[in-house]
C-alpha cells in the first residue's frame, strides 16, 4: 500500500492513493489555505468511517443479512495543544435492511471494532472510542438502537 502528497497551491495538496484516486486536502484561510478541498485530520475520520463501515456490511452480508445502507457518522474531539491528537472518537452506525437481527448488526459491530477495522484499532490507542447504532427494518420503518 502507498500513498503520495503533492503541494498544488499555497496550502492545497492532491494526495493519491497506490489504486489510482485522487483527493483535495486544503487548509483554513488562517492557515494559507483557500477552503476547497478536505483537511487531513478530517480524511482521518472519514477514513476510520470507511473502514468501519466496510467491514460491517461486509460482515453482515456474508451472515446472509439482507443491508440495503449503512450510514456512519464519526465525530471527534481533539486536544487543545500541539499535537492535536484525537482524544475522543464516537462512530454512529444506522444500518437498513430487510428483516435485519439487530444481534448481528451489534456482532458485526463489535467483530469491526475488536478485530478487523485497522483504523479504529490505531486511532484506539490514542483516542477513548465509543459506539452507537440503529438498525432499520426497511419495511416496517421500526428501530432498534443501543448506545
Known amino acids: 500500500m502507498r500513498a503520495r502528497v503533492k503541494l498544488v497551491d499555497g ?14 486536502m486544503d487548509g483554513a484561510p488562517e492557515y494559507g489555505g483557500r477552503n476547497i478541498g478536505i483537511r487531513p485530520m478530517e480524511m482521518l475520520l472519514i477514513g476510520l468511517g ?12 456474508k451472515g ?10 464519526v465525530t471527534a474531539e481533539r486536544a487543545e495543544t500541539d499535537p492535536k491528537v484525537f482524544t475522543a472518537i464516537h462512530i454512529d452506525y444506522r444500518v437498513k435492511g430487510r ?6 448488526v451489534e456482532r458485526a459491530i463489535e467483530l ?5 477495522c485497522s483504523a479504529s484499532i490505531m486511532l484506539g490507542a490514542a483516542a477513548k472510542i465509543t459506539h452507537s447504532w440503529t438498525a432499520i427494518d426497511e419495511y416496517e420503518e421500526t428501530e432498534v438502537a443501543s448506545s
Do not use: N, W
Open 50 to 61: 470507511g473502514c468501519t463501515a466496510f467491514d460491517v456490511v461486509q460482515i453482515l452480508r
Open 99 to 104: 428483516d435485519l437481527a439487530p444481534a448481528k
Open 112 to 116: 469491526s471494532k475488536e478485530k478487523y
Open 11 to 24: 496550502m492545497m495538496f492532491v494526495g493519491e492513493s497506490g489504486s489510482g484516486h485522487a483527493v483535495v
Open 64 to 73: 446472509r443479512e439482507r443491508v440495503t445502507d449503512c450510514d456512519v457518522e
